[in-house]
């Protein structure tokens, strides 16, 4: 079955310091990924998506798809980053698969 | 553009009652998504609409249902609560067919609490 992990549920650094989000996902085809994030008091959206291959916010995600991950990268935090971050998959039946999500906190 | 919206914002039932939550979509979208989200986890996706018909359902019981309006606005229905029904519920439109690489753009969810 197709699932999607996010091993940390909590992740804390500090403002200035490289930030990792670990995703891995379960899937034997050709998955599209995203990372969607929640803000405080705001609605989900998206960040960025596999297809694209851009960068958001200072943010990038690389697919590997040897190792089934599709990490969040950016190399120096920003207090405004602190938010909710969600790894999404879909593939062909039109669903998007969540992980539990991971909470970033940037320490100022 | 007021982006995808949700009624009603927080809803208190009781088990075994019914609960009707509803989606309009940002214009010009004709697909609409449902999700669950209990507390602590990632969205489950319910179901996908595009066009008035369903294209996708993921694994909930016959409970819940829903459809798609010609204005493409839509409706989740709940059968039965039960204690375990209580969570967020999101609406996500997108632009295109529904098709796995769309962007999808959520609402501000409906909190259903049963008790």
């Known amino acids: 079955a197709q699932r999607v992990t996010q091993p940390e549920k909590l992740l804390s650094v500090f403002k200035g310091a490289p930030v990792e989000l670990k995703c891995n996902y379960s899937y034997s085809g050709s998955p599209e990924l995203f990372w969607y994030v929640q803000y405080s008091r705001q609605r989900l959206q998206l960040l960025l998506r596999?297809?694209?291959?851009?960068s958001i916010k200072g943010f990038t995600a690389d697919l590997n798809k040897g190792e089934t991950s599709f990490h969040l990268k950016k190399p120096f935090a920003q207090e405004e980053d602190s938010a909710m971050y969600y790894c999404?998959?879909?593939?062909?039946?039109?669903?998007?698969?969540w992980g539990a999500g991971t909470k970033l906190i940037i320490k100022p | 553009d007021a982006g995808v919206t949700q009624s009603p914002t927080h809803l208190i039932k009781t088990r075994g009652q019914q609960v009707t939550l509803r989606c309009s979509p940002i214009s010009g979208h004709k697909s609409v998504s449902w999700y669950q989200q209990v507390l602590g986890q990632g969205p489950q996706f319910i179901f996908q609409?595009?066009?008035?018909?369903?294209?996708g359902r993921g694994n909930f019981p016959d409970r819940f249902s829903a459809r798609q309006f010609p204005n493409y606005s839509s409706e989740l229905n709940v059968n039965a609560l039960l204690l375990g029904d209580s969570a967020l519920y999101l609406c996500?439109?997108?632009?295109?067919?529904?098709?796995?690489?769309?962007?999808?753009?959520f609402g501000p969810g409906t909190r259903l609490t049963v008790l």
């Open positions: 596999h297809i694209s291959r851009e």
């Open positions: 999404a998959l879909s593939f062909s039946n039109y669903q998007l698969i």
């Open positions: 996500a439109s997108s632009p295109r067919t529904g098709d796995y690489t769309d962007t999808q753009y």
């Open positions: 609409y595009y066009e008035k018909e369903e294209r």
